[in-house]
């Protein structure tokens, strides 16, 4: 199979060391900056490049457009006017409407792999990036059958999860769960920033305030980028959550305990159902951990855990105040494991309490 | 000195260890729960426990109140009809506005150290909990000035930094940096239930919805008493946070690059301002590091780190869809020491990448 790159960044990359390795594919790369593509052969990502558009494409199977989200709907258009009929085109942009509406030519298919948001540069490419990763893919009736199974099939023998999806309830879901946090984080530093004046500090109060501003301010060209291609989608999300602020204030002022905590439970349980539901091996358990905050104790406790097979799925470590103490929060899988963890903990010496 | 505590849970105990160590003082203990005095006593939290207020409140030189919050201002009435004059009373709760409304004795300072909201119970109360922690005090015109100097002395002996606020402006600060985020936790929940249905797993998208949820649905009893104390400064502050949304959505429909990009830079900016400004070392530097998802492998990181002297501020684990690998964000204090820990983890062979 013979595999075109338009863009070899972290994605584009990434989608050819997984190729090469996993399809045996010929990998053909173009990026419109040279030291990037010198880089990408350089690294093996691809195994031949490109200088232009018609010399990537020629006697491709399979392309996918890599570019940054604002650059994907014009590749995509120049790409179906050069490519050939029996030839399947899709793209790695974080939102899938706009595209979708451009282009209802049955070669092409949007996709969107949920991986390698937090790096970006071909010098972080992985051939193991999917890796169990669901790839959204948002074919429409026009879509051709044969196409679609070809780029299925391959997405499959990176490791990738291919699942269908249409483009603009991909577009909903992506606005709820990814962009939405990012605004709610920007708009809590801002409303901070108003009460607290520019250059005041924060008080310690806590692992709230860091936990649910850690995205504020998230990288701009590629954010700016991402908000303004899901608009339309994500200011509906946007307005939705402060409609139902609009109900939270209303509750509170009516004083009403019983349905502040049935609120409050419906929370609990929701963010269970959604992180945890379908996982194997029971529900995510958290414990807080009182530790000094010095080096090594992380490590002394990650060790201890390790030893004992006790695998940390997700941590937070926020210190207090003077930095002389920190939380450390654990989250580990299933009510034994974590009793364990509980036990070995407390066998350390540290304060350890289930949260 | 002799101090009373009414309830010895966490912030009482922790009281109690801190005034018999620092302060040398006797320290006289009451709960509800006699099991909860039994055990403070074991512990050495104090060294004598009272089975009414009148016992508890006999010739103290400084009451504590450390209760929930629910049952703060009961308490605080029932103790200044019994204390003496030459008496100083305070108490723990994260709220102030209705205590300070019910007295206006000279005798009362109402007080909010920002400690310990992790655990409870007094099993996990230390001497050192307050170490350098901020202790809010609220004073009004009223207070006795004797009393409040009396006060402040013994606080900064636990190690605490007390700090005069005015009750209605403590509110508003806890409200947007503490209460604040928890409600928006709350609501982000409640919309990706909404839309992906109860029972649905959220897709694999990156930290950022596991972050910003992380507080969602935070122990009911202790949160609904919170929410309810504070609900007047809450209220105004979901409201704002609402108004602050429509303004996003607008700005987002009119898909004007250059305002989105500006509103995200100066997200940044006060993030930074807000959790790092006037911390000594320099300001905060995030890394991501893509890591096998394994037992161990957090072990190794933060032994090597601590191994060359590097502290970790703050650190989040996020595991991949198929747990197999995962991404890292570390943080770390200074310029210098994030360049160091780049190299040492790159050094490691994982991929590493400033954020």
């Known amino acids: 199979v013979k595999i075109a790159l338009l863009g070899v960044g972290l994605i584009g990359g990434s989608i050819g060391l997984a190729a090469r390795r996993s ?7 173009y990026d419109p900056d040279p030291a990037v593509r010198a880089a990408a052969l350089a690294l093996g990502a691809i195994d031949r490049q490109a200088s ?36 399947v085109l899709s793209d790695v942009g974080s939102t899938k409407g706009a595209i979708a509406q451009a282009s209802s030519d049955e070669r092409f298919v949007g996709g969107h792999p949920l991986a390698g948001a937090e790096t970006a540069g071909v010098e972080h490419a992985r051939a193991d990036l999917f890796d169990g990763a669901r790839w959204y893919l948002t074919p429409t009736a ?10 299925h099939r391959l997405l499959v023998s990176f490791g990738a999860q291919p699942s269908a999806i249409e483009a603009q309830a991909h577009d909903r879901l992506m606005a709820c769960v990814s962009h939405l946090p990012h605004v709610l984080a920007n708009v809590l530093v801002a409303q901070a ?13 806590g692992p709230s305030f860091r936990d649910a501003t850690r995205v504020a301010g998230a990288n701009t060209a590629i954010w700016t980028d991402i908000y303004l291609s899901n608009r339309a989608e994500l200011a509906a999300a946007v307005e939705q959550t402060a409609e139902r602020l609009h109900e939270v204030a209303t509750m509170l002022r009516a004083a009403d305990a019983d349905a502040v905590s049935a609120w409050n ?16 091996g029971g529900p995510v358990r958290e414990l807080r951990v009182s530790v000094p905050n010095r080096p090594g104790v992380i490590a002394q406790l990650a060790l201890a855990l390790a030893g004992a097979g006790v695998n940390i799925l997700d941590m937070a470590l926020s210190p207090s105040a003077d930095n002389r103490q920190g939380t450390v929060a654990l989250w580990v899988r299933g009510e034994q494991p974590a009793t364990r963890t509980q036990e070995l903990i407390a066998g350390l010496g540290f304060p350890v309490a289930r949260a």
Chains 1, 2 share one sequence.
């Open 265 to 280: 439970e419906r929370a609990r349980a929701g963010r269970e159902a959604l992180l945890d539901a379908g996982a194997a």
């Open 193 to 205: 920033t108003g009460l607290l004046g520019a250059q005041a500090p924060l008080p310690a109060t």
């Open 142 to 151: 026009g879509t051709s059958g044969v196409l679609y199974e070809r780029l």
């Open 52 to 87: 232009d558009l018609p010399e990537a494409l020629d006697g491709a199977d399979v392309v996918f457009v890599a570019a940054p989200v604002r650059a994907i709907p014009e590749l995509v258009h120049s790409a179906l006017e050069l490519l050939a009929e029996d030839c």
């Open 23 to 29: 399809a045996g594919a010929s990998v053909c790369g």
